[in-house]
């Protein structure tokens, strides 16, 4: 029964995507960019001021260098992203978006209309719960190398689990903030992420996971 359910909740996530990536196809094609194209001025942006290098880009979004390289030197020629001088490695470039590459960045970060209005159809319990399941699976996948770490609050040296009761807007911490943190305000990406040591790392985790406090002396 267990694999049953796992064969529906996989094939349902299937056609999500494949209906994400047609969408993404289509609108790349009326900009006049590719999807991968699209996806670099998203991470672009998602980074701020922190400009990223082309291997930072690649390794993020799972392609090779060779095919980061290609898309951003396209970027470049259509004036929507500039190289400078990475300050930490002359040898390497950090990106950043020009102005019409921030107008272009916004156009692609923003969420097919189908996906946008089938999210209006859950309460926000559901949505709540989907988070969590989302902060669930990126993590393991994440663990298991699949895909490369990501951001999470939940992998974040601030981040402290489940020590609020939750009447004051819990039941986490954020120790960088200083500030609670409900389930919803967990972020799947976060500019300010600071990643917490293995141990610290997996003690959080299962707290997280197990919604128990992190035992004292932890």
């Known amino acids: 029964m267990a694999d049953e359910v796992s064969n529906k909740l996989l094939g349902g996530l299937n056609r999500i995507g494949l ?25 672009i942006a998602a980074r701020g001021p922190q400009s990223p290098r082309s291997g930072d880009a690649a390794d993020a979004l ?11 030197a396209a970027l470049v020629a259509k004036g929507l992203v500039i190289k400078t001088p990475d300050i930490n490695d002359r040898r390497a470039s950090a ?25 209006r159809d859950l309460d926000a319990g559901e949505r709540e719960a989907f988070l969590r399941i989302l902060m669930k699976l990126i993590h393991r996948l994440q663990s298991d190398g699949e895909i490369v770490p990501q951001r999470l609050c939940i992998t974040c ?17 954020c120790a960088l903030l200083n500030q609670p943190l ?33 035992a004292a002396g932890s």
């Open 19 to 43: 209906a994400m990536r047609s969408a993404a196809w289509g609108e790349a094609t009326e900009s006049g960019l590719t999807p991968t194209q699209s996806q670099i001025l998203a991470f």
């Open 62 to 72: 799972g392609i090779t260098p060779q095919t980061a390289s290609v898309a951003i």
């Open 95 to 119: 990106l950043r978006l020009t102005r019409q590459g921030e107008v272009a960045a916004r156009v692609a970060t923003q969420w097919p209309d189908f996906l946008t209005n089938a999210m």
């Open 157 to 173: 040296a601030h981040f402290q689990p489940n020590v609020h009761s939750g009447r004051n807007g819990g039941p986490h911490h």
């Open 182 to 214: 409900a389930e919803i305000d967990l972020r799947l990406d976060c500019a300010e992420h600071r990643s917490a040591a293995n141990d610290v790392a997996e003690t959080a985790w299962q707290s997280y996971s197990r919604r128990t406090p992190v």
